[in-house]
């Protein structure tokens, strides 16, 4: 595998004039040239079996559009905490730069719904559908992102839209406020009008789900990119109105004299100089001798929620032979700040080393093992198509033995000797991945991520 530094000269510019949705940013990455199939098998890796992405075409405002239908193939999703979805995507066998975009989006999702709602961003929830709606979105908009190459994004001012909608609390007014607290700092544009003598507002035109994939993936506002324009992308959501087309235009280039590889249809190979297994990084570090130790662990979990990928303690002997601790975190470079945030505003400390590091990371994939007549998931590490490790969940073996009434070092050791009795040992080929049966019922809801019906799912709080 090759590092992810020559794909940079790739870039996307957004165009969310008239406004943006999960779904809508979705059909324009791959109208402009992202595998569906690829982009599903990201989502499967983090959702089994759970949700069917088509492709289909559709006409918005005279404009050929792109537009990914997602539909949700389980009866009883789950509510889904922040918490338990960073926990998906740690665990799930996703490109670093994947996974990394994905944290980063879900992050900043989280830390403005609890925002709005007065509560932790670790116990937001996600709704059961819009859970596996916003992950289909997320997961499925940054896979594509990495396969058409991209490195580095921009995005026009936005359109948020005016009004009020209708959501399973009841009436709320455009923008709605998750979306009102991810748009702070980002220039806003006039809502396009509606044609004729139709007096209603337009509604809803960005959803949170659009607006923090704008806020995790662009690193800045531009009218415009200044680029060679290799390939456009256009994608639709549900809603549709008379005399402008309600898209998300998606713009790929390479600064001139870049190598001309980002066309329709050459996003493989792209691809592959993003698809590594080294993740850049930085890692944030303080020495603390004053803190009280009960705050330790507050410390570290609102670093995880702030979208640090690590964070730990390491106890170390300071000056005046103080015991202290070290403090680390580790963070994609473009949650760095928040991060420093979240350090200053619940340590003691006054300052903060931060340095670049690269980390090397095994894929992984999922498998299950039947242990005393129930699956256990096994977490299977890979590299070059062998198994370095398969390990049961622990939690899991636990939970069972708890369950049955029986010694956990038992179950776990029978967990064990059933990963090797299915050959999941260190150098065997990996065995297929859990990939989407795909063949669920018609699911009643409409996963038009809000544009253009009145929606009870897809949101979190
Ligand atoms: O149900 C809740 S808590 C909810 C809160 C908010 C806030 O802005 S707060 C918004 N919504 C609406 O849900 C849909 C789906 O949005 P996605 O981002 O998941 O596509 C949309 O209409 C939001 O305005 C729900
Ligand atoms: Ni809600």
New binding site residues.
């Given amino acids: 595998m090759s590092s992810p530094a020559p794909a940079q000269a790739v870039h996307a510019w957004l165009d969310v004039t008239a406004g943006v ?3 809508m940013l979705l059909g324009a990455l791959v109208d402009a040239g992202a595998d569906l199939d690829r982009v599903q098998a990201a989502v499967d890796a983090v959702v089994p079996r759970s949700v069917r992405l088509t492709r289909t075409e559709v006409n918005r405002g005279g404009q050929r559009s792109g537009k990914v239908e997602v539909d949700v193939l389980v009866d009883d999703p789950p509510h889904r905490t922040w918490a338990s979805i960073r926990a998906l995507l740690a665990d799930a066998d996703l490109a670093p730069i994947t996974r990394q975009r994905a944290l980063a989006t879900f992050s900043l ?1 989280a830390d ?2 609890g925002f ?2 007065g509560i932790p961003p670790a116990d937001v929830h ?2 059961e559908v ?1 859970a596996l ?2 992950i289909a ?1 997320v997961v499925g908009c940054c896979e594509a992102l990495r396969l058409l190459g991209v490195g580095t994004v921009t995005a026009s001012p936005l359109a948020v839209g005016a009004g009020r ?1 209708r ?3 009841g009436d ?1 007014p ?8 991810l748009a702070r700092d980002w220039p806003l544009v006039a809502n396009p009008r509606r044609t004729g003598d139709d007096p209603r507002p337009v509604g ?1 035109l960005a ?6 994939l704008v806020r995790a993936l662009a690193e800045r506002c531009e009218d415009g990119p200044s680029f060679t324009l290799r390939t456009v992308g256009v994608g639709a959501g549900n809603k549709d109105f008379d005399g402008w087309p309600n898209v998300v235009r998606v713009l790929v280039g390479a600064p001139a004299g870049a190598p001309a590889a980002a066309q329709r249809g050459s996003a493989p190979a792209l691809a592959s100089a993003v698809d590594g297994d080294l993740e850049q990084a930085v890692q944030l570090e303080a020495n603390v001798d004053d803190l009280d130790p009960r705050l330790w662990p507050g410390v570290l979990e609102a670093l995880l929620s702030a979208g640090a990928m690590d964070a730990w303690l390491v106890p170390i002997l300071m000056k005046k032979g103080r015991p202290a601790h070290t403090l680390c975190a580790l963070a994609a470079a473009d949650r760095a700040d928040r991060i420093a945030d979240v350090i200053f505003a619940q340590t003691s400390t006054i300052g903060i080393r931060q340095h670049a590091v690269a980390r090397r990371v095994l894929a992984r994939r999922s498998a299950r093992v039947q242990v005393a007549g129930q699956d256990v998931t096994v977490k299977i590490s890979h590299r070059s198509g062998r198994i370095v490790q398969a390990t049961p969940e622990f939690d899991e073996v636990a939970a069972l033995a708890s369950t049955q009434g029986l010694p956990v070092a038992d179950l776990h050791a029978e967990a064990n000797a059933a990963v090797v009795r299915a050959r999941l040992t260190a150098g065997a080929p990996l065995p297929t991945p859990e990939v989407s049966a795909g063949h669920g019922h018609d699911h009643p809801h409409d996963h038009g ?2 544009h253009g019906h009145s ?7």
């Fill in positions: 949705a999960g779904d999702l403005a719904e709005v709602h996600f709704h819009g709606d916003s979105d909608v959501i399973a609390h709320i455009v923008p709605v406020p998750a979306v009102a607290q809803e959803t949170p789900t659009g607006v923090a991520h809000g929606h009870d799912h897809g949101h979190a709080h």
